[in-house]
C-alpha cells in the first residue's frame, strides 16, 4: 500500500492532540456525563419506589398462598373433590357440590357471555354509527358498567331474576344469569378492543371482492379477532369463578349435601362454600376452608396461564 | 384509442364465455354487455364526489376503454383514488361520501336504485395500495372470494389458475398452505392481484399498487399488468409517472384546483388521452409543467 500517501493522515489518529482539540474535548465530555448528583438520587427514589409497589404485591400474593397452604394442609387430598360437605362430620366434609355447583354456574356464564358479549361488540363496531347519540350512550355506560361493585349486580338478580319479572327462584340459572350480567362489559370491552385491532385493510380487501358486510365479519374479522376475544372471555370467566358476593344474594349461601341441578334446588359454589365453612366455630372447618382456597387459587391461576398462553400464541402484530 | 373491428370480435366471444359463471349478466343484463363491448367499459359524465360538504372530484367526464390499461396520474390530493373508489363503489363504505352525475359501467347508471354495491364489487375488483392479504394460507386468499360468491368448478383449479395469471404459482406451489404474510411485500401484492383474478372479474382496479414495492417486484408487477390486459380492463392510479408512461395506453391528468366561490381545492381532470400524446405532446400547459417535473 504505497499509493497516497494523503489518505492514512487522514484515517489514522492524529499522533497528538493539540491543546484547542484537547479543550473541546473536555468541554465535550463534562457536557455529556451525568452531571448532577440530585438528579441522580431523584431517579433512584422513584425507582426504589417502583420496586417497593412490585414487591408489595408479590409478597402478599405469597403470603396469601403460603398461609392457605399451611393452613389447609391437613385437609388437602383428592377427598376434597368427592366428599360432600357436612358440618356434623368436618373431618371427612369436602367440596364435592360446590365445586359441582362452580361447573354449573360458570357453564351457564359462558353459554351466555359469548353470543351476548361478542354480538354486542360486533355491533359497536362494525354496525353502529358512533356519531349517533345513542350509540354513544350506550359505549360510555358499558365502560361504567364494568365498574360497578358486584354486589349491585347481586341486588339486581334478586329483584329481577330471583323474584320479579323471571321468578327462577335461587338455582344455579338465577346464579349464572346475574354473573353473566356482572362480567359481560368486560367481554364486550375486550371482544371490541379485539375487533378494532383488525386492520381495516382487510375489512376493504375482503368487500372489495363482493363479500357482503357480514361475510367479511364472519369470515375475516372475527376469526382475526378470535385470540382476544378468547382471552377475554377466559378473563372474565376467572373472575365470574372468584365471585362470592353478588351469589349470597341470589342463593349459593344453602348448604347443599346433594348434587345440585341447574334449574331446580339449592345450589353452592366453591367461594360461597369456604365463606360458609369459614364463619363457622369448628377448627376443622377452618382448616378446610383453607383447603378450599388452594384450589381456587390453583383453578385461577391455571386459567389466567391459559389465558396468557392463548395470548401470546395467537397474538398478530399488523 | 383506436378500435380494431377483428379483436373486438375475439373478445367479445371470450368475454360471453367466462362471464355466465360469475354473474354480470345478471346483474346487468347480457345484451346490453354485448351492444356495448368493444367500446368503453367506462363512461363518467358529469361525475361529482363529495365528502360531506365537502367537494373532493369535480366534473369529470371521461370515457375509459375496454381492454386498455388507463392511468390515472396527477398530485396528492387531486381525487384520483376517490375517483377510482367510486368506480367500484368502495366510496359507499365512507359515510359521508357522495357520487353525483353519470357513472356508466356497459351503459347502466352504476349508482341506480336497482343497483346493489356488493354485486358490482364482484365485477370490479380492486387492489389496493399496501399489500393486504388476509391473515391466513396462501391457498384461503385466492379461495375465500369464489367460496363466497358460491362459484361452481373446482377451488384447487381456480387457486392454480389465478397464482399461474398472477405469475406467483412457481414461487409458491409448494407452500399453499403457508401463511401469507410470510412473503415478501411483493409477492403479497400479485397474491392479492391473484385473488382479484380468481373471482373473475371485469374490470381490476389499481390504487398506487406498487407505491410500497422494490423496483424489483413493481416489474414483476408492471409485466404482469400487461398480460392481465388481454382479458380486464385496468385502471391504475399512480404516483411515478414512468410507471404510467411504460404501462398504459391512455392517461387521465388531475389536479388540484382551487374553486372560484370558495377557498376550497378540488380535484379536476385536465385532459385524457394516449399516454404517448400525454408525455410528449400534452394539449394542456399544466399536463406539460407536471410530466416535465415543473408543477410545484
Same mark, same amino acid.
Given at each position: 500500500?504505497?499509493?497516497?500517501?494523503?489518505?492514512?493522515?487522514?484515517?489514522?489518529?492524529?499522533?497528538?492532540?493539540?491543546?484547542?482539540?484537547?479543550? &473541546?474535548?473536555?468541554?465535550?465530555?463534562?457536557?455529556?456525563?451525568?452531571?448532577?448528583? *440530585? *438528579?441522580?438520587?431523584?431517579?433512584?427514589?422513584?425507582?426504589?419506589?417502583?420496586?417497593?409497589?412490585?414487591?408489595?404485591?408479590? %409478597?402478599?400474593?405469597?403470603?396469601?398462598?403460603?398461609?392457605?397452604?399451611?393452613?389447609?394442609?391437613?385437609?388437602?387430598?383428592?377427598?376434597?373433590?368427592?366428599? $360432600?360437605?357436612?358440618?356434623?362430620?368436618?373431618?371427612?366434609?369436602?367440596? #364435592?357440590? @360446590?365445586?359441582?355447583?362452580?361447573?354449573?354456574?360458570?357453564?351457564?356464564?359462558?353459554?351466555?357471555?359469548?353470543?351476548?358479549?361478542?354480538?354486542? &361488540?360486533?355491533?359497536?363496531?362494525?354496525? +353502529?354509527?358512533?356519531?349517533?347519540?345513542?350509540?354513544?350512550?350506550?359505549?360510555?355506560?358499558?365502560?361504567?358498567?364494568?365498574?360497578?361493585?358486584?354486589?349491585?349486580?347481586?341486588?339486581?338478580?334478586? +329483584?329481577?331474576?330471583?323474584?320479579?319479572?323471571?321468578?327462577?327462584?335461587?338455582?344455579?340459572?338465577?346464579?349464572?344469569?346475574?354473573?353473566?350480567?356482572?362480567?359481560?362489559? !368486560?367481554?364486550?370491552?375486550?371482544?371490541?378492543?379485539?375487533?378494532?385491532?383488525?386492520?381495516?385493510?382487510?375489512?376493504?380487501?375482503?368487500?372489495?371482492?363482493?363479500?357482503?358486510?357480514?361475510?367479511?365479519?364472519?369470515?375475516?374479522?372475527?376469526?382475526?379477532?378470535?385470540?382476544?376475544?378468547?382471552?377475554?372471555?377466559?378473563?372474565?370467566? @376467572?373472575?365470574?369463578?372468584?365471585?362470592?358476593?353478588?351469589?349470597?344474594?341470589?342463593?349459593?349461601?344453602?348448604?347443599?349435601?346433594?348434587?345440585?341441578?341447574?334449574?331446580?334446588?339449592?345450589?353452592?359454589?366453591?367461594?360461597?362454600?369456604?365463606?360458609?365453612? @369459614? *364463619?363457622?366455630?369448628?377448627?376443622?372447618?377452618?382448616?378446610?376452608?383453607? &383447603?378450599?382456597? $388452594?384450589?381456587?387459587?390453583?383453578?385461577?391461576?391455571?386459567?389466567?396461564?391459559?389465558?396468557?398462553?392463548? /395470548?401470546?400464541?395467537?397474538?398478530?402484530?399488523? | 384509442?383506436?378500435?380494431?373491428?377483428?379483436?373486438?370480435?375475439?373478445?367479445?366471444?371470450?368475454?360471453?364465455?367466462?362471464?355466465?359463471?360469475?354473474?354480470?349478466?345478471?346483474?346487468?343484463?347480457?345484451?346490453? =354487455?354485448?351492444?356495448?363491448?368493444?367500446?368503453? !367499459?367506462?363512461?363518467?359524465?358529469?361525475?361529482?364526489?363529495?365528502?360531506?360538504?365537502?367537494? @373532493?372530484?369535480?366534473?369529470?367526464?371521461?370515457?375509459?376503454?375496454?381492454?386498455?390499461?388507463?392511468?390515472? =396520474?396527477?398530485?396528492?390530493?387531486?381525487?384520483?383514488?376517490?375517483?377510482? /373508489?367510486?368506480?367500484? /363503489?368502495?366510496?359507499?363504505?365512507?359515510?359521508?361520501?357522495? %357520487?353525483?352525475?353519470?357513472?356508466?359501467?356497459?351503459?347502466?347508471?352504476?349508482?341506480?336504485?336497482?343497483?346493489?354495491?356488493?354485486?358490482?364489487?364482484?365485477?370490479?375488483?380492486?387492489?389496493?395500495?399496501?399489500?393486504?392479504?388476509?391473515?391466513?394460507?396462501?391457498?384461503?386468499?385466492?379461495?375465500?372470494?369464489?367460496?363466497?360468491?358460491?362459484?361452481?368448478?373446482?377451488?384447487?383449479?381456480? %387457486?392454480?389458475?389465478?397464482?399461474?395469471?398472477?405469475?406467483?404459482?412457481?414461487?409458491?406451489?409448494?407452500?399453499?398452505?403457508?401463511?401469507?404474510?410470510?412473503?415478501?411485500?411483493?409477492?403479497?401484492?400479485?397474491?392479492?392481484?391473484?385473488?382479484?383474478?380468481?373471482?373473475?372479474?371485469?374490470? =381490476?382496479?389499481?390504487?398506487?399498487?406498487?407505491?410500497?414495492?422494490?423496483? $424489483?417486484?413493481?416489474?414483476?408487477?408492471?409485466?404482469?399488468?400487461?398480460?392481465? *390486459?388481454?382479458?380486464?380492463?385496468?385502471?391504475? $392510479?399512480?404516483?411515478?409517472?414512468?410507471?404510467?408512461? #411504460?404501462?398504459?395506453?391512455? !392517461?387521465?391528468?388531475?389536479?388540484?384546483?382551487?374553486?372560484?366561490?370558495?377557498?376550497?381545492?378540488?380535484?379536476?381532470?385536465?385532459?385524457?388521452?394516449? !399516454? /404517448?400524446?400525454?408525455?410528449?405532446?400534452?394539449?394542456?400547459?399544466?399536463?406539460?409543467?407536471?410530466?416535465?417535473?415543473?408543477?410545484?
Amino acid at each position: 500500500m504505497t499509493t497516497d500517501p494523503g489518505y492514512s493522515s487522514r484515517v489514522a489518529m492524529p499522533p497528538r492532540t493539540r491543546t484547542a482539540v484537547g479543550g &473541546a474535548r473536555e468541554v465535550t465530555e463534562a457536557m455529556l456525563s451525568t452531571g448532577d448528583r *440530585k *438528579k441522580r438520587v431523584r431517579g433512584l427514589i422513584l425507582y426504589s419506589l417502583l420496586l417497593l409497589g412490585l414487591a408489595t404485591a408479590l %409478597v402478599s400474593i405469597a403470603a396469601m398462598i403460603t398461609w392457605a397452604i399451611i393452613a389447609g394442609w391437613p385437609r388437602l387430598s383428592l377427598e376434597l373433590f368427592t366428599n $360432600v360437605p357436612s358440618v356434623v362430620t368436618p373431618e371427612k366434609a369436602g367440596y #364435592r357440590t @360446590a365445586i359441582l355447583g362452580t361447573l354449573y354456574v360458570i357453564g351457564g356464564v359462558i353459554l351466555l357471555i359469548v353470543p351476548l358479549g361478542v354480538g354486542a &361488540a360486533v355491533y359497536l363496531e362494525e354496525f +353502529a354509527n358512533p356519531r349517533n347519540p345513542f350509540n354513544r350512550f350506550v359505549d360510555l355506560n358499558i365502560q361504567n358498567l364494568a365498574g360497578v361493585p358486584s354486589i349491585v349486580f347481586g341486588i339486581l338478580g334478586l +329483584a329481577f331474576i330471583v323474584r320479579g319479572p323471571l321468578s327462577l327462584g335461587f338455582v344455579a340459572a338465577a346464579g349464572s344469569l346475574t354473573l353473566a350480567l356482572l362480567v359481560l362489559p !368486560t367481554v364486550i370491552l375486550a371482544s371490541r378492543e379485539a375487533i378494532r385491532a383488525v386492520p381495516s385493510s382487510i375489512r376493504d380487501g375482503s368487500l372489495a371482492l363482493g363479500a357482503t358486510v357480514w361475510q367479511t365479519v364472519s369470515r375475516q374479522v372475527l376469526p382475526a379477532a378470535f385470540p382476544g376475544v378468547l382471552t377475554g372471555v377466559i378473563l372474565a370467566v @376467572a373472575r365470574a369463578i372468584g365471585e362470592a358476593a353478588p351469589l349470597l344474594l341470589v342463593g349459593a349461601v344453602t348448604f347443599v349435601t346433594f348434587d345440585p341441578q341447574f334449574f331446580e334446588g339449592g345450589y353452592s359454589t366453591l367461594p360461597t362454600m369456604i365463606y360458609s365453612y @369459614a *364463619k363457622r366455630p369448628q377448627e376443622e372447618l377452618q382448616v378446610l376452608a383453607a &383447603a378450599g382456597v $388452594v384450589i381456587m387459587l390453583v383453578l385461577l391461576i391455571l386459567i389466567n396461564s391459559v389465558a396468557i398462553y392463548l /395470548r401470546n400464541r395467537f397474538e398478530r402484530t399488523w | 384509442m383506436g378500435t380494431d373491428m377483428t379483436g373486438d370480435t375475439v373478445t367479445t366471444e371470450e368475454e360471453a364465455n367466462t362471464t355466465p359463471s360469475l354473474g354480470v349478466s345478471e346483474a346487468l343484463g347480457d345484451e346490453r =354487455i354485448l351492444q356495448t363491448l368493444g367500446a368503453n !367499459t367506462f363512461e363518467l359524465r358529469g361525475v361529482n364526489v363529495y365528502y360531506g360538504d365537502m367537494l @373532493a372530484v369535480r366534473d369529470v367526464s371521461l370515457n375509459i376503454p375496454h381492454n386498455e390499461i388507463t392511468a390515472f =396520474i396527477g398530485p396528492s390530493g387531486c381525487g384520483k383514488s376517490t375517483l377510482l /373508489r367510486s368506480l367500484n /363503489r368502495m366510496n359507499d363504505l365512507i359515510p359521508t361520501a357522495r %357520487v353525483t352525475g353519470d357513472v356508466l359501467y356497459h351503459g347502466v347508471d352504476m349508482y341506480g336504485p336497482k343497483i346493489d354495491p356488493v354485486q358490482v364489487r364482484t365485477v370490479i375488483g380492486m387492489v389496493f395500495q399496501k399489500p393486504n392479504p388476509f391473515p391466513k394460507s396462501i391457498y384461503d386468499n385466492i379461495a375465500f372470494g369464489p367460496r363466497i360468491l358460491g362459484m361452481k368448478g373446482d377451488l384447487d383449479e381456480i %387457486v392454480e389458475s389465478s397464482l399461474h395469471r398472477a405469475a406467483l404459482w412457481d414461487e409458491v406451489k409448494d407452500r399453499l398452505k403457508d401463511n401469507a404474510f410470510g412473503m415478501s411485500g411483493g409477492q403479497q401484492q400479485r397474491l392479492c392481484i391473484a385473488r382479484a383474478i380468481a373471482v373473475q372479474p371485469d374490470v =381490476i382496479l389499481m390504487d398506487e399498487p406498487c407505491s410500497a414495492l422494490d423496483p $424489483v417486484s413493481t416489474g414483476k408487477v408492471e409485466d404482469l399488468m400487461h398480460e392481465l *390486459k388481454e382479458e380486464y380492463t385496468i385502471v391504475i $392510479v399512480t404516483h411515478n409517472m414512468q410507471q404510467a408512461a #411504460r404501462v398504459s395506453d391512455l !392517461t387521465a391528468f388531475f389536479t388540484v384546483a382551487a374553486m372560484d366561490e370558495s377557498s376550497s381545492r378540488t380535484g379536476v381532470l385536465v385532459e385524457i388521452d394516449e !399516454t /404517448r400524446s400525454i408525455f410528449s405532446n400534452p394539449k394542456d400547459e399544466r399536463t406539460a409543467n407536471y410530466v416535465t417535473g415543473k408543477f410545484g
